[in-house]
């Protein structure tokens, strides 16, 4: 009896993971209409495909449509209360610079976040007392 418990727990446990993971994929589509950083490199304004990497969630591709441009990046998991109303991105932006820092689709309470970089946090404390810092919305659709 106890054997057929553990089992049924594990089970249960296993597809709850599955079901996890299924989630935090991401296929997102978007036309955004400014140069914009992530990571380390700078991309140009464009159609982008941004999506999660094989089975690890935590990567992210974000490739331009005309395949010019692409990039594989670290990222976080990022949770709201409320789903995202809408599939979007959101860059910060300090002067005419942006910086992807997150992506949600909609109605979905978990996203992806991407940390930092150096000059991101350069910016940061440069431009602290500056009100030009701001977070940007793209609008996505998921495909």
């Not at 594990?10 to 997102?28: D, E, K, N, P």
């Not at 998991?77 to 002067?95: D, S």
Request: glycine share 6%; hydrophobic share 45%; net charge positive.
């Amino acid at each position: 009896m106890k054997r057929q418990a553990f089992s049924l727990i594990s089970l249960l446990s296993l597809l709850l993971m599955a079901g996890s993971a299924i989630a935090q994929t991401i296929h997102v589509r978007a036309n955004v209409p400014f140069n914009f950083s992530v990571g380390t490199k700078t991309l140009p304004a464009g159609a982008y495909d941004i999506k999660t990497i094989s089975s690890d969630t935590t990567m992210l591709l974000v490739q331009a449509r005309d395949c010019k441009s692409s990039m594989i990046v670290g990222s976080n998991a990022a949770e709201a209360l409320k789903g995202a109303e809408k599939t979007k991105l959101v860059f910060n932006r300090y002067g005419s610079q942006y910086f992807l820092a997150e992506i949600w689709a909609g109605d979905a309470t978990l996203g992806r976040q991407l940390p930092k970089t150096s000059r991101e946090k350069e910016l940061t404390k440069e431009l602290a007392s500056d009100l030009t810092q701001r977070r940007v919305e793209v609008v996505a659709s998921l495909y």
